[in-house]
Structures are given as C-alpha cells and as structure tokens.
C-alpha cells in the first residue's frame, strides 16, 4: 500500500504563493513511476474537486479551470514527490488539500473513486 503525505500547507495572504509537496512511500511491486498523482481539495461544506494530476510515464497535466494559469504541477521521481506550486492565491483557494494515486494515467476530470491512495492532506488558508 502506497503511502502518501503533504506537506507545505499553511496561511497566506491574497496573491501569496505557496508549494505544496506530496511525499510518496510504501512501493512493493511497483514503484512511484507507475503512478499518476492528482491533487484535490476540499472547502468546507463542499465536495472534493480534483484541482490538478500529472501522469505517470508521459508526464502530461491537466488543471481545473479555477486554478489554470495559476498552478503548476511537477513530479521528482529521485525524491518519490509530487509537487504543487500555487501562484496568485484567493481567498476561494481556502481548502484541505489532498494528494491521491491513480494507476498509469490521469482521469480528467477525476472521479475521487478512482483514486486508491490518499495523504491526509494539508490545509492552506487565504486570508489578509
């Protein structure tokens, strides 16, 4: 079972930045390479919306239309992380973010069942 944690949540101010990093352990058969990972988030009182993934071998990207132009998403496969890197924050930015592990390639729009392993996120809060 693959282990996953976020790290680098925290408050900000509107039009701050903030790097969010997925750290990814637990590999048996398989390793980090063979997975495409998704960030989500979740405000409260809303459903969990997929925010960005990045794929596996062919490293393609997909962002929601709230965070595009604003977010970008990288993977290290030397450091098994997924990184975050969250420009221009708003307040609407305000959630629990979470990373997630899909097999090989990223579902866009991504369904939260199809997602087998979960951190236990990293709240960011925008705020003046």
């Known amino acids: 079972q693959v282990q996953l944690v976020e790290f680098g949540g925290g408050l900000v101010q509107p039009g701050g930045s903030l790097r969010l990093s997925c750290a990814a352990s637990?590999?048996?058969?398989?390793?980090?390479?063979?997975?495409?990972i998704a960030w989500f988030r979740q405000a409260p009182g809303k459903e969990r919306e997929g925010v960005s993934c990045?794929?596996?071998?062919?490293?393609?990207?997909y962002y929601s239309d709230s965070v595009k132009g604003r977010f970008t998403i990288s993977r290290d496969s030397a450091q098994n992380t997924v990184y975050l890197q969250m420009n221009s924050l708003r307040p609407e930015d305000t959630a629990v973010y979470y990373c997630?592990?899909?097999?090989?390639?990223?579902?866009?729009?991504?369904?939260?069942?199809?997602?087998?392993?979960w951190g236990q996120g990293t709240q960011v809060t925008v705020s003046s």
């Open positions: 990045i794929g596996s071998s062919d490293g393609r990207t």
């Open positions: 997630a592990t899909e097999d090989l390639w990223c579902t866009w729009p991504p369904q939260v069942a199809d997602f087998g392993s």
């Open positions: 637990g590999f048996t058969f398989d390793s980090f390479d063979y997975y495409a």
